[in-house]
Nanobody
Framework: QVQLVESGGGLVQPGGSLRLSCAAS????????MGWYRQAPGKERDLVAT???????NYADSVKGRFTISRDNAKNTVYLQMSSLKPEDTAVYYC???????????????WGQGTLVTVSS
């Protein structure tokens, strides 16, 4: 069994900052890419940022320069530092990772349960 557990969501004023964390746990052999996605009410789930095991990052245009994704491979954890937050950043943020588990030769995609970020005054 493998699971991703997010934390760090909450209510923040426009222009503020939040840091999300996502820790993977279970019978993990290795993790390839990790990332963050978000889903606003009534909208589809969209990519926010991804990071490879080697640290190569990719961002949605809407968050470039404001959000920073990072990871701690020793802790199987990915972070999303969000700054200059806008009301349109309000969404449920989901963690995602490609994980190889014990007794398996393949990687499978795992999702967290989501954490709500609300940007409002």
């Amino acid at each position: 069994q493998v699971q991703l557990v997010e934390s760090g969501g909450g209510l923040v004023q426009p222009g503020g900052s939040l840091r999300l964390s996502c820790a993977a746990s279970g019978s993990i052999i290795s993790i390839n890419a990790m990332g963050w996605y978000r889903q606003a009410p009534g909208k589809e789930r969209d990519l926010v940022a991804t990071i490879t095991s080697g640290g190569i990052t990719n961002y949605a245009d809407s968050v470039k320069g404001r959000f920073t994704i990072s990871r701690d491979n020793a802790k199987n954890t990915v972070y999303l530092q969000m700054s200059s937050l806008k009301p349109e950043d309000t969404a449920v943020y989901y963690c995602n990772a490609d994980i190889r588990i014990r007794y398996s030769w393949t990687y499978r995609e795992v999702w967290g349960q989501g954490t709500l970020v609300t940007v409002s005054s």
